[in-house]
């Protein structure tokens, strides 16, 4: 029965992992948005948590700003590294998006 505890726990935990980003605002759509690589760091100190961040993208779809609004150092130093790689449609204006990247 622990076995098959530890099992889902594992198992919700992988999910929980993998999970991308949850946008709390969504008028621009990403063209390109690689998911954040888990680091091994953080792995080693069975760190999980939530970095949120919020995106100020121009009108070419370029990610202008980003700015974290929470997050552990090594957690946040992942997602900026995936952003620097982001591209959204471009639209008329300059925008915003909240994200949210669950570990």
């Known amino acids: 029965m622990r076995a098959v505890k530890r099992s889902m726990a ?3 935990l992988a999910l ?3 999970a991308g980003p949850a946008q ?3 008028a621009r759509k990403p063209i390109s948005s690689p998911e954040p690589a888990f680091p091994d760091l953080a792995k080693k100190m069975h760190l999980t948590g ?3 961040v919020t995106l100020t993208i121009a009108p070419d ?8 609004h929470g997050g552990h150092p090594v957690l946040i130093e992942a997602v900026q590294r ?7 449609a471009p639209t008329g ?3 915003t998006v909240l994200l949210e990247f669950k570990f």
């Open 10 to 12: 594992v198992a919700g």
């Open 24 to 26: 709390a605002q969504s």
């Open 50 to 52: 939530v970095v949120k």
């Open 82 to 88: 995936a952003l620097k790689q982001w591209k959204y």
């Open 16 to 18: 929980l992992f993998t």
């Open 93 to 95: 204006s300059e925008s």
């Open 61 to 68: 779809g370029q990610v202008k700003n980003i700015e974290f």
